[in-house]
């Protein structure tokens, strides 16, 4: 039997699970430009000029001067249609897919939330420590610090579980989306990459950390 552990309480149970999370916003001032100014054209200023005639002993009549032909406005624009540019790849996804990655989408999908994508060095870190867990016996959260300062995310979170080795991954998605800490993880539209990394200890049990970034 083992237990469920989320920070600061201990509930008996079968499967363990912890999470923690990590950010720049301690870090790094988000900074925001000013709008483009915008300007009104002055309008010109209208001018009269004033002409003298002289008459002679002999007058002589001119002809009506016919008006000059009204200058021709300038054709309006045609509208221009801002299109906008191709979208590039996100290097975040580099085709590190796991059925925990999807067992998370299903349910990021049905909440409204965009899918993760696999990032493989983010699913390094997850490995890593997953295989640390399984070696030690002990559900602990890495150094996420140490995770940011290596990745160009400005926010890391983790899950981490450990239960039978028997889990599916739909059964460690199902014990997450019971923790409100976990879930609220899995369900963040700010993480758009996800990796996954998954251990075996002597004793029968899995181990699983899921590093997320955004």
């Known amino acids: 039997m083992g237990r469920i552990r989320g920070r600061g309480f201990v509930v008996a149970g079968f499967i363990a699970l912890a999470v923690v999370v990590a950010s720049l916003i301690a870090f790094v001032g988000q900074g925001r ?3 483009p100014g915008v300007r009104a054209a002055g309008r010109p200023t209208a001018t009269s000029s004033t002409t003298t005639s002289t008459t002679s002993t002999t007058t002589t009549v001119a002809p009506a001067a016919s008006p000059a ?3 021709a406005a300038p054709p309006a624009p045609a509208p221009v249609e801002a299109v906008p540019p191709p979208a590039v790849p996100a290097a975040d996804c580099d085709g590190s897919r796991s059925a925990v990655i999807d ?3 299903g349910d990021r999908a049905a909440n409204g939330v965009g899918a993760l994508c696999g990032n493989g060095q983010l699913a390094g870190f997850a490995q890593d420590w997953a295989n640390w867990m399984a070696q030690n016996g002990s ?3 890495q150094d996420l610090n140490r995770i940011l300062a290596a990745t160009t995310y ?3 979170a983790e ?8 889990l599916s991954p739909d059964q460690m998605e199902s014990a997450w989306m019971q923790s409100p800490p976990h879930r609220e993880n899995i369900l963040n539209g700010t993480y758009r990459a996800a990796g996954v990394g998954i251990a075996y200890s002597p004793d029968g049990r899995v181990w699983v950390a899921v590093d997320f970034g955004g």
């Open 69 to 71: 032909p009204a200058p």
């Open 154 to 156: 400005n926010t890391i």
């Open 33 to 35: 430009d000013d709008g």
């Open 139 to 141: 559900l602990t959260h």
């Open 159 to 166: 899950n981490i579980l450990d239960g039978a080795a028997t």
């Open 103 to 105: 067992a998370m989408n």
